[in-house]
């Protein structure tokens, strides 16, 4: 093999490599769903599992939830949901544990399900009022007038 070979076997290399698709990554995809009744879950489920790529599909009639496996898109699943003409929402719930503080007023949702909350934004947080301020620089050591009970 001489270098013409060589350059030969590089072209082809890089010329097969630009030409493969990239696989898509397994995900899992939840959805909140309007659903009222059985048939509205197993319609939801029909059109769910058609969706290109989907290995599984889960409703949950009670939670009003229905999760998709498989090489999926969220956008694709969305749309395919939207088209039963009922309301769908990504789902927006997560575990209590895991937002730092799960009781402020865009968290806490009375519709959530049983140790869930809205998923927010770490910058959604506790505002401190002007009370609380002023107590913390009553007790300061830095405030020279600071009470000085011991």
């Known amino acids: 093999m ?3 070979g060589t350059i030969e076997y590089i072209s082809d290399v890089l ?4 030409k493969r698709k990239k696989k898509k990554q397994m995900q ?3 959805l ?3 659903m009222d009744c059985e048939g509205c879950a197993r319609k939801v489920k029909s059109v769910l599992s ?6 599984s599909v889960d ?3 009670k939670q009003q939830k229905a999760t998709v496996t498989g090489y999926v898109e969220a956008k694709k699943v969305l749309e395919a949901a939207k088209s039963t003409k009922k309301k769908v ?3 927006p719930y997560v575990p209590y ?4 503080n799960p009781y402020i007023s865009q968290a806490y949702d009375k519709k959530a399900p049983a140790n869930h909350v809205r998923a927010v934004p770490v910058t959604a947080t506790v505002t401190e009022t002007t009370v609380d301020d002023h107590y913390t620089t009553m007790f300061s050591d830095d405030n020279p007038n600071a009470c000085s009970i011991m």
């Open 2 to 4: 001489g270098v013409v």
């Open 97 to 100: 544990t895991v937002v730092a």
């Open 89 to 91: 929402e990504l789902w």
């Open 50 to 55: 058609s969706v290109k790529g989907a290995k």
């Open 59 to 61: 409703v949950d009639l």
């Open 32 to 34: 909140k769903i309007r």
């Open 28 to 30: 899992t995809v939840s």
């Open 15 to 18: 010329s097969s490599v630009k």
